[in-house]
């Protein structure tokens, strides 16, 4: 059984205690403390060499990574880069291989890093740009002015339905026009309503919605078939 972790270290220090009192053979020591002959005399080995702070645990990692890289290709690449600060790994990577090809140079994300240990590479600073936008928000002078066009997120109803309730909105005297639940938010569905709206209050002069389905598309011209109708009925041919 190894030591007991909760108090190795108080274990091993009594270990070494009772073994210099020479009242117990390395056998009866080593069977009392429930470990090892082999583990008793490295403990005994390591406080001979090393003291008290002997019996500390170590670190069970390798001294040197089966692959790692060899230090001349670290000190062929650092130094390539002493020489031109401007040049980045992969072309590093590449002018090495052109003078000696017969080296297994690393790939261009491992020199990457051979750098960036060496503290060659500043990271970059990451520049945070504010979203495009064609112009402000008009700001709603009258009722019909600006129209808000919504889809509000879709619920689950009771009986397992998904709902998608939509809302139009008066910018100026917060009526609502209209608030109807529809079952998706495709153009089918919100058009009727719209045309009924249209057809009680007129028309809006401005609509206003998000990007998302029916309103808008990642098309070139960001035009769907519910704002080509828009169109239509604004600028009738």
């Known amino acids: 059984m190894p030591w007991r972790e909760s108090c190795a270290m108080d274990q091993r ?3 070494i205690s009772e073994q210099r009192t ?6 009866e020591l080593c069977e009392r403390y429930e470990i090892s002959r082999k583990t008793g005399y490295k403990w005994l080995d ?10 500390a645990d170590r670190s069970h990692a ?11 290709i670290v000190d062929a690449i650092v130094g390539l880069r002493l020489e031109r600060p401007s040049w980045g790994p992969r072309k590093i990577v590449s002018k090495l291989e052109a003078r000696q090809g017969d080296v297994d140079w690393p790939s261009a994300s491992t020199a990457g890093e051979i750098l960036k240990r060496a503290g060659l590479v500043s990271s970059r600073r990451i520049r945070r740009r504010a979203p495009p936008r064609m112009g402000q928000l008009t700001v709603p002078q009258h009722a019909n002015h600006v129209w808000a066009l919504d889809h509000k997120g879709w619920i689950r109803l009771g009986d397992g339905s998904r709902v998608e309730p ?17 079952g998706s938010t495709q153009h089918a ?4 309503l719209l045309e009924r709206a249209f057809r009680e ?4 002069q401005i609509i206003r919605s998000d990007n998302g ?7 070139t011209t960001g035009l769907t078939a519910l704002s080509v109708w828009w169109i239509k009925l604004w600028y009738p041919s």
């Open 201 to 204: 209050h007129g028309l809006p």
């Open 189 to 192: 569905e919100c058009q009727p």
């Open 62 to 72: 390798a001294w040197v990574h089966g692959r790692a890289t060899p230090q001349h």
């Open 22 to 27: 020479g009242l117990w053979t390395m056998t």
């Open 46 to 55: 390591r406080y001979r060499l090393e003291g008290p702070g002997g019996l």
């Open 166 to 182: 939509f809302t139009v909105t008066d910018g100026f005297s917060r009526y609502l026009i209209s608030l109807a639940a529809t």
């Open 213 to 219: 389905s029916p309103f808008a598309s990642t098309g």
């Open 13 to 15: 220090i009594s270990f």
